[in-house]
Every structure is written in structure tokens, then in C-alpha cells.
């Protein structure tokens, strides 16, 4: 038996399997662009527990499934990120945010503090989940309700979060 093509109406685990790869692509990029700025850069989360976990993890309703991508720390500063990669919307100027995702994300800055949680989208803009709270609270809503609709504009730069791309004497 042969698999559809991908946006052939492929299987759940085609499909699961796709987007995963482009968020593990998304996420090496975003190590390998904060690397460039002088952090130091380790995966953590979902993507790194056995598969047996990770398929136990992915049945239950359990926040660990939201838990951030990435940890990096630059001297004595420490963040994690939780990249997010099929986002921006392509028919609308907004980021969609799941509920879960969101409201995992504040119980884990909430618990974690004084350490951050940055989302940076697909197009390398940041937002805290503070900020997609803040900006969404009295903004529309999906129609499902599942999603918080934030306003692309409201994002902070990579580099202004970040830093700049650090020039190569001063990376060695």
C-alpha cells in the first residue's frame, strides 16, 4: 500500500509526519540563528523523549505536550522558545495561537519565572505569551474558538529580541 501524496488527503500520520519535519527544520534554524549571536542552544521538550513517550504523551491532555522547543542561555540570561512554524496565516495579517498552547504557555512562565517564554513564528518575529493574552484579550477570536488571533504587526524582530548576528572574531 502506498501513502497519498502530501495535500493529496494524506493519512493523520502522513500529515502529523510532514508538519513535524517542518517544525524540526524551523527549529534547527532557530538554533543555528541564535547560535550566530553568541548563545548557546540545547532541544527540549516532546521532540526529545523516546517515541514511546512521545506517543503517550501526544494521547493525554497534559501541558508537557506544549512545552517549549528550545532552552538557550548567553552568560548569566537564560530563555526558551517554542517555535512556532506554519504561522503566520497566509490569508490574513494574524498569528493563530492555540488555546492550549497559550494557556500552557502561561502556566509554564507562570511556574518557571524568572525565565521567558519567547514564540518566534515561521517569518523569525517573537511574542511572549503575555503579549498574544494581552493583544488578543478584547480582539476576534477564531470561529472555533481554539485559536487566538493576534495581529502580525504587534511582533517584536528576532534581532531585537535576540541580539544581532555577532561578527566572526568575536564568535571564537
Known amino acids: 500500500m502506498t501513502l497519498p501524496e502530501l495535500g493529496q488527503g494524506g493519512t493523520d500520520v502522513t500529515q502529523w509526519h510532514h508538519r513535524k519535519s517542518i517544525g524540526e527544520a524551523h527549529e534547527r534554524r532557530l538554533a543555528d540563528a541564535l547560535l550566530a549571536r553568541g ?102 477570536r477564531h470561529r472555533s474558538g481554539a485559536f487566538h488571533l493576534v495581529r502580525t504587526h504587534t511582533a517584536h524582530t528576532f534581532d531585537e529580541v535576540f541580539g544581532r548576528v555577532l561578527p566572526p572574531d568575536a564568535a571564537a
Open 39 to 140: 548563545w548557546t542552544v540545547h532541544p527540549v521538550g516532546q521532540g526529545t523523549y523516546p517515541p514511546a513517550v512521545q506517543d503517550a504523551l501526544s494521547r493525554s491532555r497534559s501541558a508537557l505536550r506544549q512545552f517549549p522547543d528550545l532552552i538557550a542561555a548567553r552568560g548569566a540570561e537564560l530563555v526558551t522558545i517554542d517555535a512556532k512554524t506554519r504561522l503566520p496565516s497566509t490569508h490574513t495579517d494574524r498569528y493563530a495561537i492555540s488555546a492550549a498552547t497559550l494557556n500552557a504557555g502561561l502556566q509554564f512562565t507562570a511556574t518557571h519565572a524568572p525565565t521567558p517564554l519567547y514564540y518566534v513564528f515561521g517569518d523569525m518575529k517573537v511574542l511572549t505569551p503575555a503579549e498574544v493574552l494581552h493583544y488578543t484579550a478584547h480582539a476576534l
